[in-house]
């Protein structure tokens, strides 16, 4: 099933990059690789665009992280809760994915990228954002930590929230496919 679905991800994945890739960042990116004589994949796109490689774009200010450090965070968030552990953690799977396999740790949000893009959720107003989400909105302060299942959704979150002003962003890597499987 995996490979009758992979060229459906990766047109999903092109076209959640390229939505939330600055105007030229994301055909640069592919120009490049295709300059290059190199195989384009969206994540390959995304680690450019990251990491400042394409003409016009700067890097996107969030770091990666592993299991272990994972465990770190939502140990403190479960714990001290939002505002003692200064952490917002959001899953961008979908409420089905979610529903699936469960949560990390019960007090994560979940707030799919795709919701996250129609509505330009972080920035939104903070009133809206908490009617609409269900949760409040993330303060410019915290550190918000993006998971997915993978590690590529939560990238394309991570730059959302770039794009809307913050700059303490964390990305969970593993996603919950290294959480719940390893």
Known sequence: M?????????????????????PDAFDAAQRRLRKQKRPWSATTAISMIQSGGVSGQGAVPFRNIGKAEMKEILEDYTEGGREDSQYCVIDVRTEEEVQCTGKLAENVYTLPIQTI???????????????AFGFEKPQYDETIVFTCKSGIRSVYACQAASMAGYSNLINYMGGSSEWFHS
């Open 2 to 22: 995996l490979l009758t679905r992979a060229p459906q991800l990766q047109l999903q994945h092109q076209t959640i990059a390229r939505r939330l890739a600055s």
């Open 117 to 131: 893009m129609r509505y330009n959720a972080f920035a939104m107003d903070d009133d809206d954002f908490e009617e």
